[in-house]
C-alpha cells in the first residue's frame, strides 16, 4: 500500500467515499543465468486519476565488476479527461522525488550491511528534489483552476 498523502487539489477528483489507499503489486524475476533481478510494480486502484507502472532491471556491471547496474523505468499516464497532461507531470514529480529517497535508503542500508558509515545525509540531497515537486504541484493547481469566461465585444 502506498502512503504518501493526497495533495489538496486531487480531492475534487475524489469522491467523498473513495478509498484513499493506493494497492500496489509487484512482480519479481530472478534470472540466475544471466544474473539479473526484473521487478514489475503498478497500482492496482485510482487508475483512472493516475496509473503508474515501473520496471526495474537490476544486473552485474560489465564495466565495474563486483558492482551492480539499475536501469529503472516508469510510465505515467491520467484518464481525467482536460487534466491528464498536468496530473501526469505532478506523478513524474512525485516518482522521482520518491525514487531519490528510495535510493538513498537503499544505498544507505546496503553500506550498514557492509560496515561501511554512508557520507551522506538524506535530508540534503532529498531537498532539491521535494522543491521540484512543490513547483509541479502548483503548476498543476493553477492549470486546474477554474478560468474566467472570456467577453468579447
Given at each position: 500500500m ?24 509487484e512482480d ?7 544474473r539479473?533481478?526484473?521487478?514489475y ?5 485510482h487508475?483512472?486519476?493516475?496509473s503508474?507502472?515501473?520496471?526495474c ?5 560489465a ?7 539499475l536501469?529503472r523505468?516508469?510510465?505515467i499516464?491520467?484518464s481525467?479527461?482536460?487534466?491528464s497532461k498536468?496530473?501526469q ?11 531519490l ?6 544505498e544507505y542500508?546496503l ?19 521535494s ?9 498543476l493547481?493553477s ?10 465585444v
Open positions: 502506498k502512503t504518501n498523502r493526497l495533495p489538496r487539489w486531487a480531492e475534487r477528483f475524489f469522491p467523498g467515499g473513495m478509498s484513499r489507499c493506493v494497492y500496489i503489486m519479481s524475476i530472478v534470472d540466475p543465468v544471466n539479473s533481478l526484473t521487478t510494480t503498478w497500482n492496482l486502484n487508475t483512472t486519476l493516475m503508474v507502472e515501473e520496471r532491471v537490476f544486473q552485474d556491471s564495466e565495474q565488476p563486483a558492482t551492480t547496474q536501469k523505468e516508469a510510465w499516464s491520467s481525467i479527461f482536460g487534466f498536468p496530473i507531470e505532478f506523478g513524474l514529480a512525485r516518482f522521482k522525488s520518491n525514487q529517497k528510495a535510493m538513498k535508503g537503499l542500508a553500506s550498514n550491511l557492509q560496515g561501511e558509515t554512508p557520507h551522506w545525509l538524506l535530508r540534503d540531497t532529498v531537498k532539491p528534489a522543491e521540484k515537486t512543490k513547483e509541479a504541484a502548483k503548476t493547481v492549470a486546474a483552476a477554474p478560468q474566467k469566461p472570456r467577453q468579447y
